[in-house]
């Protein structure tokens, strides 16, 4: 049997190329499945090619449904659908709607947004740059005591969940980008119009019929290179839930680092290189950036002290997994 190069498409049925597959993560265990085919083929040379065909449909199977010490223990059958499946294929994972979303940023973004619309005939009107009105994100930085991150929060003016403008508040702006992208709000002629279906859906059922919307849209949708200087770098967002599997697991950055990549060692590859930082550093940093920053703690999932140095000891960030964690994302595996 041939060997697969790194740009074929790779075997696992994905549609990616095999280097952004699963080549490096399960190089050994195709290895050894193609020795293994070899050997049958060398001990049995008139063997069918239907008689085949089930040889090999048995030995794929049964790689793709054993545990892997570098997946954590999960099948590589599972990761593949981790890394593949629409959000509602998912499998091991039962994703909930919390019935209180009061302490989510985005979630009580959004709440504002559309009463503010629907108490100005569904419609809020922009500034002069396309952005919500001061009015607006004053309201939405007065949120911010009743947030988890509030006793890390020292200098307003450079706070993620407040500011004088949406320019300088980026949890609200990320908010907004997803309303658009989710289609609930449109832009046009200079204001921010909520959509038809969106009015409905939010006066029959409330603001929980948009938590799956915006959930998906974060982490299928939206670039999380957006805010960084990075854009091109690697999919993160295509390893979200294996990360929020770890990550609830033991609530370390650290760990999660080294286990993502024991996982797909091969994304380190794809990495441009940077003259003051390694590869496991700069990786480490999209992590805490693009994941735990910019989509876990924007939607109230976690808690991050962003102290580096306690007592005069260099620190790695301590994460804390809060309720609306645990609520959302419901793990029947490992």
Not at 93 to 108: A, E, G, H
Not at 311 to 327: A, M, N, W, Y
């Amino acid at each position: 049997m041939a060997k697969i190069g790194r740009n074929e498409p790779c075997p696992c049925g994905s549609g990616k190329k095999y280097k952004r597959c699963c080549m490096s993560t399960v190089g050994k265990q195709h290895a050894d499945f193609v020795d293994n085919i070899e050997q049958m083929l060398a001990m049995n040379p008139d063997l069918s090619m239907d008689e085949l065909n089930v040889i090999v449909e048995h030995q794929s199977n049964k790689i793709n449904n054993t545990p892997h010490k570098d997946f954590c223990g999960l099948t590589p059958g599972q990761v593949n659908n981790w890394l593949y499946a629409p959000f509602s294929e998912l499998d091991g994972i039962t994703i909930n709607t919390p019935p209180d979303l009061s302490t989510s940023p985005v979630m009580r973004y959004l709440e504002l947004m559309l009463e503010t619309a629907l108490a100005n005939g569904g419609q809020i009107k922009a500034t002069a740059k396309g952005n919500l009105p001061a009015a607006l994100v004053k309201e939405a930085s007065a949120f911010l005591p009743e947030f988890a991150v509030v006793p890390f929060e020292r200098a307003i003016s450079i706070s993620e969940f407040a500011g004088a403008n949406e320019d300088k508040f980026n949890a609200l702006h990320y908010c907004r980008i997803l309303a658009e992208i989710t289609g609930i709000f449109k832009l046009k002629s200079n204001k921010f119009h909520v959509s038809a279906w969106a009015k409905r859906q939010y006066q029959q059922t409330g603001l929980e019929s948009f938590f799956p919307m915006m959930l998906e849209t974060a982490v299928y949708k939206y670039n999380w290179g957006y805010f960084d200087l990075w854009e091109d770098e690697i999919p993160l967002q295509q390893f979200w839930l294996f990360m929020v599997w770890r990550l609830q697991h033991h609530e370390s950055q650290q760990r999660l680092v080294d286990e993502m990549i024991q996982a797909f060692p091969d994304l380190l590859n794809e990495l441009y290189e940077e003259e003051y930082m390694s590869d496991r550093d700069k990786f480490a940093v999209l992590i805490e950036s693009r994941f735990i920053h910019r989509f876990l703690q924007f939607f109230g999932f976690v808690m991050v002290d962003p102290r580096r140095f306690i007592d005069g000891k260099r620190v790695s960030p301590q994460i804390t997994c809060l309720p609306l964690f645990h609520e959302t994302f419901e793990f029947s595996v490992g």
